[in-house]
């Protein structure tokens, strides 16, 4: 068994406002700090600078497997000290003589100092465990907060004719106060789908599964799982550079998909996830395709889509406007997560509204 602790992680030093990954441009996302002060509904304690101690995986007692996929197996668990269900999620992180990653140990790190927030919209880490399994290979192991439904799960337990207005515009506000919080602690979380959104009994949304690209990127290179396409932006879609952007068209594929009770765009390769999309959206002109891309604009037909409301039925005017923000081509014009919690969608009661 190999022991490590996390150096303290601190905040990357960034303008105000703006979150970016290296090398990548992106939108300007207002003061923050205040915005955010209002939408979450938790205290955000400063990082204290401790470093996190790790437990031991022979603490936690497998129960049944509840998932897989590119980031491996999903095991419920029971805590042999504290009684209660986790889950973990163990990945094979490629080591040397120096032994882990700094690339690894700094995710680590980093999801450990959100944790310290206690964000109600954000699923808790609750421990990190390895242990050395040969010379180049350590099996490190996630334990995060059970959460026994995820929001794949709750949209198909619905019954007909499926979530009220209301419920989705709850769940939605939900979402993006967890989103704008990772976004503000740049972090991006890449793979948001809702087989990643957990849904308390209580109705409480938790975003999972974030954060974990680069950790995870030895591990999946060795299992041969298809990640889907369906929530991928243009720009993933084209391998183009991106930023929190990509969290926000997710979000807003998903966010159809409560109305539709269906994905929204169901693609079997790059290409033709991009063809539906601009099905939708209609073929964005040339001036805003990305020029860092070898697949020309010329591939595709020019389109003229229909209402989006042929697509998300029972959505209402302030909610269709939201969703074409969120499925915005250029994603420097694109929402952000705080900008969408301040739309009017927002500030409306949904009971109340129609469909004029």
Known sequence: ML???????????????RTEMPGNNSPEYGNEANRLHRHARSTLPPNNG????????????????????????????????????????????????????????????????????DHPNVVKLMDVCATLRTDQETK???????????????????????????????LMRQL???????????VVHRDLKPENILVTSRGQVKLADFGLARIYSYHMALTPVVVTLWYRPPEVLLQST?????????????????????PLFCGDSEVDQLGKI???????????????????????????????????????KQGTELLLKMLT??????????????????QENEEEVTND
């Open 50 to 117: 401790q470093a996190m101690a790790q437990g031991s995986e022979v603490q936690y007692e497998p129960v049944a497997e509840i998932g897989g996929g590119a980031y491996g197996t999903v095991y419920k668990a029971r805590d042999l000290e504290s009684g209660q269900f986790v889950a973990l999620k163990s990945v094979r992180v490629q080591t040397d003589q120096d032994g882990l990653p700094i690339s690894t140990v700094r995710e680590v790190a980093l999801l450990k100092r959100l944790e310290q927030f």
């Open 3 to 17: 022991f490590f602790v996390l150096p303290a992680a601190t905040p990357a030093k960034h303008t105000p406002g």
């Open 329 to 346: 081509f250029d994603p420097l014009r694109r929402i952000s997560a705080l900008n969408a919690l301040e739309h009017p969608y927002f």
């Open 176 to 186: 993006l106060c967890g989103l704008a919080f990772l976004h503000s602690n740049r």
């Open 242 to 262: 991106y930023a929190t952007p990509v969290d926000i068209w997710s979000t807003g594929c998903i966010f159809a998909e409560m109305f539709r009770r269906k």
């Open 140 to 170: 490190v192991t996630l334990v995060f907060e059970h959460v026994d439904q995820d929001l794949k799960t709750y949209l198909e337990k619905a019954p007909a004719p499926g979530l009220p207005p209301s419920r989705i515009q709850d």
């Open 278 to 316: 601009f099905n939708v959206i209609g073929l964005p002109p040339e001036e805003e395709w990305p020029a860092d891309v070898t697949l020309s604009r010329h591939n595709f037909s020019p389109i003229s889509p229909g209402p989006i409301t042929d697509y998300a039925p029972e959505i209402n």
